[in-house]
């Protein structure tokens, strides 16, 4: 495993049975995916202007990559999803240039190291990468999509670990047959007045300012970007998301949809199905990685 402590860095990776995942048992976890016994992530993903929209600002992205018979290479993958403010211009121009510059600083950083035969110098840890990544991608927003800005959520999936990058109100979830978790914190002036006491969460979801944003990024010249380790649990899924999807389906009817098949490219066509039906709000994108048992 060299070549994960050499990516990972000096960063200290949290043991799996202090990681951050609340609804998940945590005799579940497991400290290390052995390449015996993987088992390749499952992705799916589904996308849809919605019904009232007249403009598409979502971007996603997936890169995975994995190996059989080279034990020293571990499973890979980086999942993106961005939302581009529809009331600034250039709101899709945003979103896709954060995800593509982040996509290419962390290629860089990371997935092309993993190939190196001989690292050539010790890698800076994952939270550094990751933050200078996002920290160019906000630099590329605002030269390049003037008046424009996004959120972004990007998980960085390295063998049994996952570095989650986050600015806006996209979100991350884990989710098992039992709960689901949201991974992120939305960077919105109502999650502030619901922290702050002033407004309870009843009266935070029939807000009409809800999606109204203090941090995105190209909205500020320094965002406050979360990072955040977390551990892989076998049996388990990840979600990545837009308001589209996480403002009008409930979490019990995503819980439900995302377990009751297998496969998750089905589960993500029901779940921008169900949202559409429920009026199609808003742009809609999701992306669902599955992880088998060992």
């Known amino acids: 495993m060299d070549i994960i402590r050499r990516i990972f860095g000096r960063k200290r990776i949290p043991s799996p049975e202090h990681a951050q995942t609340a609804p998940l048992d945590e005799h ?6 052995s390449p015996e016994s993987r088992r390749h992530v499952w992705v ?5 202007m919605g019904l009232e929209r007249s403009q598409d600002d979502d971007s996603s992205l997936i890169l995975t990559g994995g190996s059989n018979g080279d034990k020293g290479l571990p499973d890979f993958g980086l999942f993106c999803v961005a939302d581009g403010l529809g009331g600034y211009e250039h709101g899709h121009l945003a979103s896709t240039i954060a ?3 982040v996509a290419r600083i962390l290629m860089e950083g990371v997935f092309l190291r993993l190939l190196e035969i001989e690292p050539r110098d010790e890698a800076p840890p994952l939270d550094e990468l990751v933050s200078n990544a996002f920290e160019s991608a906000n630099h590329a927003v605002f030269e390049l999509a003037e008046g424009g800005a996004t959120t972004l959520t990007a998980a960085l999936m390295l063998d049994d670990k996952i570095v989650i990058g986050h600015v806006g109100d996209t979100r991350a979830y884990f989710i098992n047959r039992e709960k689901i978790e949201v991974l992120t914190h ?3 002036l109502v999650q502030r007045l619901v922290e702050s006491g002033t407004l309870s969460e009843e009266e935070a979801q029939e807000s009409p300012h809800r999606s109204v944003l203090w941090n995105a990024m190209g909205k500020t010249e320094d965002p406050r970007v979360d990072v955040s ?3 892989i649990i076998p049996n388990t899924y990840l979600m990545l998301c837009s308001d589209g999807l ?3 389906v409930e979490e019990e009817e995503i819980i439900q949809t995302v377990t009751k098949t297998s496969n998750p490219q089905v589960a993500c066509d029901m779940l921008v199905r169900t949202a559409n039906d429920a009026g199609g709000p808003d742009n809609v994108t999701v992306i669902l990685i599955r992880f ?3």
Do not use: K
């Open 186 to 188: 939305d960077h919105s």
């Open 246 to 248: 996480w403002d009008v």
């Open 44 to 48: 799916g993903s589904a996308h849809s």
């Open 99 to 101: 995800i593509r510059t």
């Open 292 to 294: 088998p048992a060992a």
């Open 28 to 33: 579940e976890f497991i400290s290390v995916l």
């Open 229 to 231: 380790y977390h551990a």
